[in-house]
């Protein structure tokens, strides 16, 4: 099996931080140690030069303190984007590329 193509890691990386992102705005309402969660920190895996900021990010998901759990996952939520962006992987307004455009 080939490695796959810049523009589908691209896809996979967006996909990802944006499961994050949700479940970091969820965090505040209760835990958030989902499937999906799981899913897009193993999808980060290969592509964080380090692994602590997903391990933080899945151990603050499961917090049952309120604060520190939002506290938590944002914090490793900002750890990751900087990791991808330390590895050249998610470059600067990324988000504004990737994002789909909304049709009015």
Wanted: net charge positive; with cysteine.
């Amino acid at each position: 099996m080939s490695a796959p193509r810049p523009k589908h890691r691209q896809v996979v990386i967006w996909l990802s931080l944006q499961v994050l992102r949700a479940a970091m705005q969820r965090s505040v309402d209760g835990p958030v140690q989902t499937f999906d969660v799981r899913l897009a920190l193993r999808c980060l895996l290969p592509h964080c030069p380090d692994r602590w900021p997903l391990l933080s990010f899945w151990d603050a998901a499961g917090a049952t303190n309120d604060i520190g759990r939002a506290q938590g996952c944002t914090a490793g939520f900002n750890a990751i984007v900087r990791q991808l962006r330390l590895a050249g992987r998610y470059p600067d307004g990324a988000e504004e590329r990737a994002a789909p455009a909304n049709d009015a």
